[in-house]
């Protein structure tokens, strides 16, 4: 079973950025997609978006043109770079491989 530990969250003004790593315990992400999801307070776990084998990513729409999936198999760290941050963007958010999902790193979106 890989797993995988999220890390970069915190605090940030609206506007700002943040760059989330999710880093896997062996090589996986060359071989599988991987997702990140995030789950705001009182709401379902939702998808964030996608990055598959060759590099194609894709991105729920509350996202699209300010949030990044890229991938570096050296070192079995995905990332999430996240721009213009909005309130309703914070949340606890979780990157997820096959059927292995992180702890989730909290992401706080507030002035």
């Known amino acids: 079973q890989v797993q995988l530990v999220e890390s970069g969250g915190g605090l940030v003004q609206p506007g700002g950025s943040l760059r989330l790593s999710c880093e896997a315990s062996?090589?996986?992400?060359?071989?599988?997609?991987m997702s990140w999801y995030r789950q705001a307070p009182g709401k379902r776990r939702e998808l964030v978006g996608t990055?598959?084998?060759?590099?194609?990513?894709n991105y729920a729409d509350p996202v699209k043109g300010r949030f990044t999936i890229s991938r570096n198999n050296a070192k079995n760290t995905v990332y999430l770079q996240m721009n213009r941050l909005q309130p309703d963007d914070t949340a606890v958010y979780y990157c997820?491989?096959?059927?292995?999902w992180g702890q989730g790193t909290q992401v706080t979106v507030s002035s």
């Open positions: 062996r090589s996986i992400f060359s071989s599988y997609s």
């Open positions: 990055i598959s084998v060759g590099g194609t990513t």
């Open positions: 997820k491989v096959l059927d292995a």
